[in-house]
């Protein structure tokens, strides 16, 4: 057992003794791209769990006159829409939906795609040739028209929504994950492992499965941000979830009020964007901060 | 060259399992669908009884065990019947033919775009390294990824047709125009195109730029670059003839993985410019919940990714002389 102690929770300790090493010029680079995109992520999480507090009625409610452009009037700083509900609430409840389906589309596909890459990075042979089959087919087939798909067939819920984003989202991870368990097998204490005995889950789970984790944290990230565009999209194209507000069936919602009011479409829109760009920032960030063959620039 | 012939007869045998994936699985979402061709035919007919229902299934197969209308199934599809869109009236097959031509031209020139853009952002990113104005290529190009295509769409719309009046913002033609001979039509259809491709280019542009900035950095410190400089060729010609063209690789190999990605793109930029595509068709699919025809527009697309990464395979082998053409 002694053998196996220096490589327990190896990914958070590996990250901070790279962290420790890498020099402080990169350092300020890295965490220049990752505070943006931490500050982004925070402003909208926190925008998500105070809409309640500050719009504790339903967004859905009229709230005011149709059409208020934004600073127009006080009541209402980013307006109201064409029924004069209010837009500031809408885009604040709206908030929590995206990182939610988000989120829950991430952990799905970091789920299935790890698992699927430590299995045929370790058993290797014909247990990874089909894995890498099937995630080939994911990765060939258009993965947008797949999420539609099951959307239209489950019908449109926050659930069976990540669960379509997530399920074409995985092969990435499963690659990534799949080359550090090769790699991570054919090290010395995986051999020392196999030689103490210790059965085939053990060995996945406390030595391959650790130390192989380190790339899907960059990826993790980029992966939330990939699903939030997928469920913007879906809800543009009317395949939200009917019972909940999202920034996607607004920007649809305003697109006939283009040509007067094209603040409706710009405002959930820049919405999208900001929050995506914190999830992408983070991934760039990290990715400067821990890959170490990241150039010094 | 019988190893060449050799080399594309095992691509060939190497897709078939994956186009046959990809039939099946297509079949499994068919059969996970909530109500069968029947209910559907009842649903529009107004109301059925049972007998009615039970010579529907009969007429249609349905009433056969499921590995036999599999094998039914693969037979309609190798002879393109995708069955029958109610909802559009016409063949799902016909449907998907007639709207193939728009969506071929919106994506090629997007790629087009994307690559004549990129590619230059991304030398000149490589060539500027470390400078403010790489810096600025790259965060430009992390935002082209985490834009919302149809809102970039909506917003050119409100820029350039709405305010400025420049371009047309929906459809591929101008509805009544009186052409005055095949130029006049293409220049018509060349406005219309220009904001969907641009918005549709989007997305390819930022992986084009880091794709040649890092192919471009990666073989510039190699011998034969400085063997080129040493011979005195021009900058211009060293990048463009020597280092550009190891770059060109990745590329095309990228835009062939990435060509299912481009299919979900044009569902949303077609939806938003009203482009009669492929895209638009499944947006119409969707909104009247026509699940056949989707699935009818996924094994086309489908296919035709299979189809684009099996050629692009085999330019590579011809492009690349280190691609071993093993016996």
């Known amino acids: ?297 | 060259m019988p190893t060449s012939l050799r080399y594309v007869f095992r691509r060939l045998v190497q897709a078939l399992p994956m186009a046959f994936a990809i039939v099946l699985l297509n079949f499994l979402l068919l059969k996970l669908t909530p109500g069968d061709l029947a209910d559907v035919i009842a649903g529009e007919s107004g109301s059925a009884t049972p007998e009615f229902m039970e010579n529907l299934r009969r007429l249609y197969g349905l009433d056969i065990p499921v590995h036999l209308q599999f094998v039914n199934y693969i037979q309609g599809i190798l002879h393109f019947d995708l069955g029958y869109s109610f909802r559009q009236g016409m063949p799902v097959g016909e449907l998907i033919l007639e709207r193939l031509p728009a969506t071929i031209l919106l994506s090629l020139t997007a790629i087009l775009v994307a690559l004549v853009i990129g590619v230059l952002l991304g030398v000149v990113a490589a060539r500027s390294r470390g400078s403010l104005l790489d810096e600025a290529i790259s965060v430009v190009s992390t935002m082209g990824f985490a834009t919302p295509l149809f809102w970039v769409g909506l917003m050119l719309i409100v820029l350039f047709s709405i305010e400025l009046r420049w371009l047309p913002s929906a459809g591929m033609v101008t509805v009544g125009a009186d052409y005055r001979g095949l130029w006049d039509e293409w220049l018509d259809i060349g406005r219309h195109l220009v904001l969907p491709a641009v918005t549709l280019s989007l997305f390819f542009l930022s992986i084009y730029v880091r794709i040649t900035r890092s192919a471009m950095l990666e073989v510039y410190g190699l011998d034969f670059v400085r063997t080129a400089r040493a011979k005195g060729l021009t900058e211009a010609r060293v990048v463009i003839r020597h280092v550009l063209r190891n770059a060109l690789l990745p590329i095309v190999t990228v835009t062939g993985l990435q060509l299912g990605a481009i299919f979900g793109g044009t569902v949303v930029v077609e939806t938003v410019f009203g482009w009669p595509g492929l895209g638009r068709l499944a947006q119409e699919a969707v909104f009247s919940r026509d699940v056949n025809l989707l699935l009818g527009i996924f094994l086309c697309s489908s296919f035709i990714v299979i189809v684009v990464n099996l050629a692009v395979d085999l330019l590579y082998a011809a492009l690349d002389p280190r691609v071993e053409v093993r016996q």
């Open chain 1, 1 to 297: 057992m002694s053998l196996s102690a220096p490589t327990h929770g190896g990914m958070p300790g590996g990250i901070l003794q790279r962290l420790m090493r890498t020099p402080g010029l990169r350092r300020l680079r890295g965490s220049r791209a990752l505070l943006v995109g931490l500050l982004l992520l925070a402003a909208v999480v926190a925008v998500a769990l105070s809409a309640g507090l500050f719009y504790p009625g339903d967004p859905r409610d009229m709230a005011g006159p149709a059409g208020t452009w934004p600073g127009a009037d006080a009541r209402f700083p980013l307006g109201t829409d064409m029924l004069g509900r209010d837009m500031a609430a809408a885009m604040a409840h709206s908030a929590g939906t995206s990182l939610t389906v988000g989120i829950a589309a991430a952990a799905l596909a970091l789920l299935v795609g790890i698992a699927a890459g430590v299995l045929a990075g370790y058993f290797g042979g014909a247990v990874d040739d089909v894995l890498m089959r099937i995630s080939e087919l994911f990765q060939t087939m258009p993965s947008l028209l797949f999420t539609i798909i099951l959307v239209v067939i489950l019908g449109p819920t926050t659930a069976s929504i990540s669960f379509a984003i997530g399920i074409t989202a995985w092969p990435q991870i499963a690659r990534l994950v799949r080359a550090e368990a090769v790699r991570v097998r054919r090290l010395d204490y995986v051999d020392a492992a196999v030689t103490l005995g210790m059965g085939h889950g053990r060995i996945v789970l406390l030595h391959v499965l650790p130390n192989s984790l380190a790339p899907v944290v960059v990826a993790a990230s980029i992966l939330v941000a990939q699903a939030i565009l997928s469920d913007a999209s879906l809800s543009f194209l009317g395949l939200g979830d009917p019972n909940g507000m999202s920034w996607g069936s607004m920007v649809g919602a305003g697109r006939p009020m283009l040509r007067t009011a094209w603040y409706m479409t710009a405002l959930p829109g820049g919405a999208i964007f900001l929050t995506v760009m914190g999830f992408m920032l983070i991934g760039n960030g990290l990715n400067d901060l821990l890959n170490p063959r990241t150039p010094v620039r």
